[in-house]
């Protein structure tokens, strides 16, 4: 065994959940072992050996652990909204008794973890606590105890009616979701997201409706999500929900489909269905749209004609394509409106803004479909005055520098080539380009990491910016420039941010020569003043094979940094192990 005075490996034999009367001799290591004891070597660390106690098998049974709480909305003025996870093993029911402060509060379904308690009474202390007892064995328990819930103003940021809706599987293990809320009195421009605990990303909240095309599944019969605004860590929300059984996903997919219309005939048309497919089931797809079931074809038939269907310049025709034996493994098209009475259509008239090109103009991209047209082009006006005209071959269009109105929406129209009544209208919100060629900075963001000495700190940085005049930017850490760095760093690691002295510490960001296009951050300093604490992590508990007296081996292992000069000691289950020595010999 090789380590440090820090990196210890023990062996402890004993079994679990037993209380054992241990000699006094044996809590203090410098007290001398006879022979039969102890057995001790020293390697830069030591190895210990306890004598051998029966315990009954049976001890090893019920545990409850890693108990997690996640505090949400206050519901009134003493009580808020509890979300409870823990995991557990050879529990003798199907249901766990909850307390809370110290009162019984109900009894709930391991399957139904994790729960969600919408008015958790407040214990009117600074902390609050809970206990949790397997239903039949009322030995097997856990305590959490944790910062109570500040309900105060509780009518401040809050964060509500969150809807997840779930999509197709996208692996056995995951899943589309589609994620909405309602927020009110927020801190930031950003909300921060978890998946069933694990820490995925931050978001805009204009991101709303927001898609997860890979949601991940938590293994158990539950998924939860929890939001938080990015400034305010106490306006959080957490959302629990069915899991999706994606037990059946074998990789099933149908993409690149693609419908095209025929020619009519006495105002009827067939319309050709074609697309690329892997890993689909034995009994072919179904064709459905409109309401309408067209049929069930065999993958080697593709493609494949049908119809004819009706060209009444009305239906906006869309086709599903589904497999039979995986309904989630789909594909979809719109093919829109088919006109077949021979007269001139403008239809599906879609625009997508881009960006300001000054404060009255902005990037427009312009399509649609068209039919029975009198030529090769087209003329565009924009907010009622003539813009150009264009081929038809040029769809999708990008005007450039498209006119704001002045007011709150514009709009446009498109007409065949001198056929003024073969037109199409489209009228949308405008772009917000006000100050658009000023430099700007903004959405300043920072991230603390861990202390990398007694007065410096890892920070990550990041923002938003347009119009900037180069590729760099300066920092200034506490009054102090720090340096320059290139915008396409971003997002910045400064791993010695170097702390002010005071409660708080922050940074300035200013367009590299450009003094006047700046953003200032200012947040709680990191502390780092206990780096040269004690600490035991690491800690590990390797269990052995039983012997023919049903005992057992378990060997620990940890890592103590700045430890004290007394030794340590060894507990669990009830009693205490013995007193050790770091150097003992």
Not at 13 to 20: G, H, K, M, R, T
Not at 137 to 142: D, E, I, K, Q, T
Not at 273 to 281: C, E, H, I, K, T
Not at 471 to 496: C, E, K
Request: proline letters at 3%.
């Amino acid at each position: 065994m090789s380590g440090s005075s820090s990196d210890l490996s023990k062996v402890v034999l004993y079994s679990a959940l037993s209380l054992i009367e241990v000699p006094q001799n044996m809590k203090n290591s410098n007290t001398p072992l006879s022979p039969g004891h102890f057995s001790l070597s020293l390697l830069l660390g030591f190895f210990l050996t306890l004598t051998m106690i029966s315990i009954p098998q049976s001890a090893k049974a019920c545990e409850i652990w890693d108990v997690v709480v996640e505090k949400g909305d206050c519901t009134s003025d003493t009580t808020y909204t509890l979300w409870i996870n823990f995991e557990y093993e050879d529990v003798q029911s199907d249901y766990f008794d909850l307390w809370a402060n110290g009162v019984f509060f109900g009894y709930y379904e391991y399957a139904d973890l994790p729960i969600t308690i919408p008015n958790f009474p407040k214990s009117g202390n600074n902390n609050d606590w809970i206990k949790i007892c397997d239903n039949d064995n009322p030995g097997c328990c856990r305590i959490k105890e944790f910062a109570s819930k500040e309900c105060g103003n509780f009518n401040d940021c809050s964060i509500t009616e969150v809807s997840v809706i779930k999509g197709d599987c996208t692996s056995e293990e995951s899943y589309t979701i589609t994620i909405n809320f309602e927020y009110q009195n927020v801190g930031s421009d950003y909300f921060d997201l978890w998946f069933n605990g694990v820490y995925d990303n931050q978001y805009l909240y204009t991101d709303l409706p927001l898609t997860i095309t890979d949601f991940p599944k938590s293994g158990n019969n539950n998924d939860w999500i929890k939001i938080c605004d990015h400034e305010l860590e106490d306006c959080c929300k957490v959302k629990e929900f069915d899991t999706k059984d994606c037990s059946n996903f074998n990789g099933c997919e149908i993409w690149d489909l693609i419908v095209e219309a025929h020619d009519c005939e006495d105002g009827k048309f067939l319309v050709d269905l074609d697309f690329n497919f892997a890993n689909v089931g034995n009994n072919g797809f179904t064709v459905q749209g409109n309401g309408v079931q067209y049929g069930t074809f065999n993958y080697n038939d593709l493609f494949i004609t049908f119809g004819p269907l009706e060209g009444d310049c009305e239906t906006d025709y869309e086709f599903v394509v589904k497999d039979v034996d995986n309904p989630d493994c789909k594909a979809e098209f719109v093919l829109g409106e088919v006109c077949c009475d021979g007269e001139c259509h403008l239809y599906d008239l879609v625009v997508e803004k881009g960006e300001c090109t000054s404060d009255s103009t902005y990037v427009l991209t312009i399509d649609f479909e068209y039919q029975n047209v009198n030529g090769a082009s087209f003329d565009l006006f924009a907010n009622g005055s003539f813009f150009g005209y264009y081929q038809y071959a040029q769809l999708p269009l990008t005007i450039t520098n498209f006119p704001k109105s002045g007011g709150n929406n514009d709009w446009i129209k498109v007409c065949d080539n001198d056929n003024e009544g073969c037109c199409a209208i489209k009228e949308f919100d405008t772009k917000e380009c006000g100050g658009n060629g000023d430099c700007e900075i903004w959405d300043l963001v920072v991230d603390k990491g861990e202390c990398t000495s007694d007065s410096t700190y890892t920070l990550l940085i990041n923002f938003n910016y347009q119009n900037v005049n180069g590729a760099s930017f300066d920092l200034f850490a506490n009054g102090s420039f720090f340096g320059y760095y290139q915008y396409a760093q971003l997002p910045l690691t400064i791993t010695n941010f170097p702390k002010s002295g005071g409660n708080n510490d922050w940074i300035k960001v200013c367009d590299n020569d450009n003094e006047g296009c700046c953003a200032v951050k200012e947040f709680d300093t990191k502390d780092c003043g206990n780096n040269d604490d004690c600490s035991i992590k690491e800690l590990e508990a390797n269990v052995g094979d039983c012997n023919e007296d049903d005992l057992f081996y378990v060997t620990i292992n940890f890592i103590a940094m700045n430890p004290g000069s007394q030794g340590f000691s060894i507990l669990g289950n009830g009693m205490n192990y013995g007193s050790f020595s770091y150097d003992s010999s």
